[in-house]
């Protein structure tokens, strides 16, 4: 069965150093997402993605993000320069524009990211 | 703005006990419902979707949620919980943008479900 594969499973970093977070979505999928989960919080909406430019965005995602489909199979979300409550999972997601089937966003296993 | 509530944060269930999570919902039009359960170091599997026509919904593992318009809510229920069922489970609403794509999921806080033997 098809899947969103992410990596890494775990990135530790330090304050103030750049990540990039690295998501392989679903082959024939056009739409691309991007969501984080503070421990013990939400799941929380960050970015979509679809014909190569970001679609919707929310007040979560500052100029310190950056997407980017860099080859036509990666999706990569970038975090500039990090601060301790960048902390959290992040989940890449992708969906399909259906023909004749409803949508729905398919999960990848989460990236822990957690900011020393 | 949309919102989805899901009120119980903790269920404990004996195995082979019926189970019910409850979640609701604030949108102003017929939304896209889902359950997802997240188990440890797993990520987020579709357990089953609403979107038009009978608002019973069955999906994976033998869950099934009823969307009740009248209440804002989409319950899921299982008729008899296994041990392998213990997981964080989160209700989500979608809305339709562009025709029918699949616009940002707003979630739910999560229940942990935790199943005693």
């Known amino acids: 069965e098809p899947e969103v594969t992410q990596t890494p499973s775990h990135q530790v970093t330090q304050m103030g150093q750049e990540v990039i977070l690295r998501c392989v979505p679903i082959?024939?999928?056009?739409?691309f997402y991007w969501y984080r989960q503070i421990l013990g919080q939400k799941v929380e909406f960050l970015v979509s993605?679809?014909?190569?430019?970001?679609?919707?965005k929310s007040e979560i995602f500052d100029d310190q993000f950056s997407v980017e489909r860099p080859d036509g199979s990666n999706f990569t979300l970038k975090i500039r320069s990090t601060k301790l409550e960048d902390s959290a999972m992040y989940f890449c997601a992708s969906s399909e524009v259906p023909a004749d089937r409803a949508p729905e966003a398919f999960f990848g296993q989460g990236t822990r990211l957690t900011v020393v | 703005a949309q919102s989805v509530t899901q009120p119980d944060i903790h269920i404990t269930v004996s195995e082979g006990a019926s189970l019910e999570l409850r979640c609701n919902y604030s949108y102003g039009a017929t939304p896209y419902l889902f359950w997802y359960v997240q188990s440890p170091g797993q990520g987020l599997q579709l357990l089953l979707k609403?979107?038009?026509?009978?608002?019973l919904v069955q999906g994976i593992k033998g869950f099934e949620a009823e969307f009740k318009r009248s209440q804002s809510s989409f319950n899921l229920r299982k008729p008899s919980v296994h041990w392998s069922d213990a997981a964080e489970y989160f209700c989500?609403?979608?809305?339709?943008?562009?025709?029918?794509?699949?616009?940002?999921?707003?979630f739910g806080r999560g229940t942990q479900l935790t199943v005693w033997p």
């Open positions: 989500a609403v979608g809305e339709s943008r562009k025709g029918s794509t699949l616009g940002r999921l707003y």
């Open positions: 082959s024939n999928h056009l739409y």
């Open positions: 993605f679809y014909n190569n430019e970001i679609s919707e």
């Open positions: 609403y979107f038009s026509g009978d608002t």
